[in-house]
């Protein structure tokens, strides 16, 4: 398989050319190599490039790729290595940012939702990214908080309105902290997310809600192992998820 056929897969399926982002969507690197094996992972670090290239990988897909917008574009220091890796073995790169997480089955959202057993009841946001799902039963944030580490490996910082029952619960994965007020105004009386900033606290305190940080690399774990299965069983090229964990 060539790296056309596959980027044109990936395209069918993600719809990624209607998506203004941050960084180029689709093929990053192009590569040399026949494609029967493609290794995905969250972000491509050089840690992650050198286990797809051990596990015999010919194409590597990420969410997190490279070349995003402001930053410095010399070839120098740790990028340098990153692309001497890629380019020295001819290892194609594949990254989907925003497309990845939007996708209403495959993308980190629903995969999260899914993981956690959170119908989507609602969606709100920009582009739709904040889904919401009513509890059958209200919860408390402890009872949550362990969910949450049981679900995803990771042990949730939990800040606000901690005594208030759960009952709408919203969720938009990765650095989407700065949705909480998004979230607040759909109704929900939680709010998880990927990562924190010091303003996020005094605004769940403030406005009486719960908020989730469950970490950014745990939460956005899932949609691009349910992409890479689906491609590559579409395909019939092989497939494995390669976890480069970060605490983050």
Do not use: K
């Not at 010399?74 to 497309?99: D, Q, T």
């Not at 899932?222 to 605490?247: K, S």
Request: hydrophobic share 45%; net charge neutral.
């Amino acid at each position: 398989m060539t790296a056309a056929e596959l980027s044109a897969c990936f395209e069918e399926v993600l719809g990624a050319s209607r998506f203004a982002d941050y960084c180029p969507n689709g093929l990053q690197v192009e590569g040399e190599r026949p494609i029967r094996r493609l290794v995905s992972g969250v972000t491509a670090s050089l840690a992650l490039i050198r286990a797809a290239l051990a596990d015999g990988a010919d194409a590597l897909l990420v969410h997190h790729g490279w070349f995003w917008r402001g930053d410095d574009p010399r070839v120098i220091g740790a990028r340098r290595a990153r692309l001497a890796e890629v380019l020295g073995h001819g290892l194609h790169l594949f990254a989907y940012h925003l497309p990845l997480d939007a996708h209403p089955v495959l993308g980190n959202n629903a995969q999260l939702g899914a993981r956690m057993g959170w119908r989507v009841d609602g969606r709100a946001g920009e582009q739709g990214l904040i889904a919401w799902h009513d509890l059958p039963r209200a919860t408390s944030a402890a009872l949550l908080g362990r969910r949450l580490r049981q679900r995803l490996g990771r042990t949730p910082l939990v800040v606000g309105a901690l005594e208030r029952p759960i009952g709408r619960v919203a969720w938009c994965t990765g650095a989407a902290q700065d949705m909480l007020q998004q979230a607040i105004d759909a109704g929900a009386d939680a709010f998880v997310s990927g990562e924190i900033a010091e303003r996020t606290t005094h605004l769940a305190r403030e406005a009486g809600v719960v908020y989730f940080a469950a970490g950014h690399h745990a939460t956005e774990r899932y949609g691009v192992q349910a992409l890479g299965e689906h491609v590559a069983g579409r395909l019939r090229i092989a497939h494995r998820f390669i976890d480069d964990d970060n605490p983050a």
